[in-house]
C-alpha cells in the first residue's frame, strides 16, 4: 500500500485529501502512479494528466516522474507552490 | 537555525532581539517581511487563506537553510510562515539570517526567500468580489530563484 495525499486546487477537485492505495505491479514509478491515477478518467484524469500544472512529492521530497515509488511510501501530489 | 509554521501573528522586533542576544560573534541581521495585498491580478482581494503539506515544509525550509549556510557565512537563520486565514495588511512570512557582516546576511536572505517561493509546499487561496480562486504560481518567482544557480559565489 501507498498512501497519497492531495493538496489544494487537486484536494478540492478530486474530492479527498489523501487515500491508501494498492500498488498494480505495474507500476514502479511517479510517472505510472500517475498514469494508473488518470486511468480512473473523470477529473482524475483532468486533474492529473497535465503534468506541467501537477507538482509531486515522494516521502516528503519533491519528485520528477522517474523518481521509484514503493511500498509503504507517501505519495503527494500538488499544484505549483504558491508561499510566501 | 529555527523553522515554524504557525497561525498566530509574529513579532519582528522579538525575534531579531532574542537571535542577537548572547551570540557577540553577530554584526549583521537581514530580515524580509512579506505581507498581504489587497490587490492581486488587477482584483480586489478580502481575503486569503493558506494551506501547507505538514512536516514536508519544515524539511524543505531547513534544506534551503542548509544550502544557503553552504553558500555564505550564516550564524543563525529564522523562517516563521503563517497558515489559515490571513487578511491585507497582515504579515505572512518572516526571514531572518545573522552573520558577521552584511554582504552575506542581506544575500543569504534574499536566497531563502526565492528559494522558499518556489520549493515550500504553501498554496494561497485569495477571495476576490468575483469569489475564491486558487492562486496560480508566478513564472517571475522562478526566474528570481535560478538567478541564483548563475551568481558566483
Sequence with gaps: MVTVLYFARLREALGTASEQLALPESVIDLAGLRQALVGRGGAWAQELAEMNRVRAAVNQEMASADTPVNDGDEVAFFPPVTGG | ?153
Design chain 2, 1 to 153: 537555525m529555527t523553522v515554524r509554521i504557525q497561525t498566530e501573528d509574529f513579532d519582528v522586533g522579538a525575534e531579531t532581539a532574542a537571535m542577537r542576544k548572547d551570540n557577540p560573534s553577530i554584526g549583521a541581521i537581514a530580515s524580509f517581511v512579506g505581507v498581504v495585498r489587497d490587490m492581486n491580478e488587477g482584483d480586489a482581494v478580502s481575503e486569503m487563506t493558506l494551506e501547507h503539506y505538514p512536516r514536508m515544509t519544515e524539511r524543505s525550509i531547513e534544506q534551503i537553510i542548509g544550502q544557503a549556510r553552504a553558500r555564505w557565512n550564516v550564524i543563525d537563520a529564522l523562517v516563521v510562515h503563517r497558515v489559515g486565514v490571513l487578511k491585507p495588511t497582515d504579515q505572512i512570512v518572516l526571514v531572518v539570517i545573522a552573520s558577521a557582516h552584511r554582504g552575506d546576511a542581506f544575500a543569504a536572505c534574499e536566497f531563502v526567500m526565492d528559494y522558499l517561493k518556489t520549493q515550500a509546499p504553501f498554496w494561497k487561496k485569495e477571495r476576490t468580489r468575483q469569489g475564491s480562486r486558487w492562486v496560480d504560481a508566478r513564472g517571475a518567482d522562478d526566474v528570481a530563484a535560478e538567478r541564483w544557480q548563475l551568481k558566483g559565489r
